[in-house]
């Protein structure tokens, strides 16, 4: 068991771009969430999967976002249309059904120019 | 008002000191409280994760929570140069019908050797 990996580490794109972000969990975790984490913030949640289903969306996700988690193992995160507000990083987290207790990714940082 | 409060700091001490980490927050409904340390340009990792109130320890840590005044506590003692990261506060609500975390800003610790 590695933990929660996160592909790409590093994204620069410029504004308008699409860009799509991949979260593999601790393998057996039916739970996986994604977190946005600005300059000198927390994270913030932004949505959760258990098994295939996204069960909760935060206002944060606008239309541009869209996550998914098909087959119920790894989850993408894609953000349309890029703004230079949505410079920042994108952690991931899994946990088991039984413990919920979350452990994180190492993130990707985005940075729209 | 945000749900948690959280000092962001910067916190500077010399290597060997007790340190305390303090949140605070306003939702009752709160009833898991975690700790998590976040090197700078990596991943939340949990420390402590206790429930409802009381004092947990493991090792050099020791994780307060007092929920008649909705305060949560991290001592660190005999603090080492590789204790420098940012602490982050993190509490789920139980009532929900998900597990998200509700995070503080964080507070960055340097401990100078």
């Known amino acids: 068991d590695t933990g929660v990996s996160q592909d790409p580490r590093h994204k620069i794109t410029k504004r308008g771009q699409n860009v799509t972000f991949r979260c593999d969990p601790i393998s057996e975790h039916n739970r996986l969430y994604w977190y946005r984490q600005t300059l000198g913030q927390g994270p913030e949640f932004l949505t959760y999967f258990q098994n295939e289903a996204q069960l909760e969306k935060s206002r944060l996700l606008s239309d541009r976002f869209s996550a998914e988690r098909p087959k119920g193992s790894f989850s993408t995160l894609e953000i349309q249309r890029t703004e230079q507000g949505d410079s920042a990083m994108y952690l991931c987290?899994?946990?088991?059904?039984?413990?919920?207790?979350?452990?994180f990714g190492p993130g990707t940082r985005l940075l729209v120019l | 008002q945000k749900e948690v409060e959280q000092d962001p700091g910067p916190l500077s001490v010399p290597e060997g000191a007790i340190v305390s980490l303090n949140c605070t927050y306003s939702?009752?409904?709160?009833?898991?409280f975690m700790w998590y340390r976040q090197y700078s340009r990596k991943g939340p990792e949990l420390l402590m994760y206790?429930?409802?109130?009381g004092n947990k320890e493991d090792g050099r840590f020791t994780a307060q929570v007092d929920k008649s005044s909705k305060y949560i506590s991290l001592f660190i003692r005999d603090s080492q140069p590789s204790d420098s990261a940012t602490y982050l506060c993190a509490m789920i609500n139980s009532g929900g019908s998900n597990y998200k975390l509700t995070f503080g800003k964080g507070t960055l610790l340097t401990v100078n050797p």
């Open positions: 987290a899994s946990s088991s059904l039984t413990d919920g207790t979350q452990y």
């Open positions: 939702n009752s409904a709160f009833q898991y």
């Open positions: 206790t429930y409802s109130s």
